[in-house]
């Protein structure tokens, strides 16, 4: 068994919505994520849906705010949301900024000094959590998808692109689309991963899209007054997927913003998304 601890069980929607903390070994610090366990994996083996979450936020925005417990009972889907980055590792600046450190992980693996030793943050979603998830729970290691929000957008797509086969759906809420060219992403990049730009492609979906051969449809939501439209450039992941054929649904959603009001609005939609695809 694996050394975790459950904080909390709430039964929600017939399952369990739990808060669980381990001894992570990539980011070598306590990590914190929320499940929903759905009612059917008392009987069976469930497909997994990963959930990536934004700037700030911890496994508890996702959680209690989306709306999703209900949606993944009805289809059977296992929930994981991982948080967002360690916490409290005592690096210099570490909770100085919202958009760097604690809660600004960026699902990238950190190659500077300092950040390298806790902000294995990719290594962790796609290594680690799952690893942990198949290895305690009653899942189907074969069936997995990945969604997210914002920074979790972006996160939910890297993880797509350079995991081909891997996943049999991806979706995002206003992802960071081109994070190597946005305010929201190249201060981290440079934090984490040095002042070499070049190093910087391998976490940006826009420059993954270039070179991409196996690439999963792409389902985006983008709210159309979202504040930070300017830094998440859906029009780049638009013109790369119509350049290289890659297949894009992206719609911009009239009046509603970056929030998690958005977000719950189309949750449905997006796990009947999933569903299907996990459910082949």
Not at 119 to 147: C, G, H
Not at 169 to 195: H, M, N, W
Request: negative net charge; proline residues 5%; glycine residues 8%.
């Amino acid at each position: 068994m694996a050394d975790f601890e459950v904080l909390s069980d709430n039964r929600t929607f017939g399952g369990h919505t739990r808060f669980i903390q381990h001894a992570a070994s990539s980011t070598a610090s306590p990590m914190t994520f929320a499940m929903y366990e759905p009612p059917q994996a008392q009987s069976q083996r469930v497909p997994i849906l990963y959930w990536l979450s934004g700037l700030t936020c911890t496994a508890e925005n996702f959680t209690v705010k989306a709306g999703a417990q209900r949606f993944a009972a009805e289809h059977g889907v296992m929930l994981v949301v991982p948080d967002t980055s360690p916490r409290n590792t005592g690096i210099d600046g570490e909770d100085d900024a919202y958009d760097l450190g604690s809660g600004a992980g960026f699902y990238v693996n950190a190659t500077t000094d300092g950040w390298r030793d806790h902000y294995q943050m990719y290594d962790y979603v796609t290594v680690e959590l799952p690893d942990l998830v198949k290895a305690e729970f009653n899942v189907d290691p074969e069936r997995e998808s990945i969604f997210g929000h914002s920074m979790g957008g972006h996160g939910a797509l890297v993880c797509t692109l350079r995991n081909p086969g891997r996943y049999r759906s991806v979706s995002a809420f206003a992802p960071i689309c081109a994070p190597t060219e946005s305010g929201l992403g190249q201060k981290a990049f440079r934090a984490y991963l040095g002042d070499d730009a070049n190093t910087w492609a391998a976490y940006d979906t826009h420059l993954l899209l270039e070179t991409a051969t196996d690439c999963l449809p792409i389902f985006v939501d983008q709210g159309a007054d979202d504040e930070f439209v300017a830094n998440l450039m859906p029009e780049k992941l638009k013109a790369v997927c119509a350049d290289k054929g890659h297949q894009l649904t992206l719609r911009m959603q009239s009046g509603y913003d970056h929030s998690y009001y958005f977000v719950s609005t189309f949750m449905d939609e997006h796990m009947s998304y999933h569903a299907a695809a996990l459910k082949r």
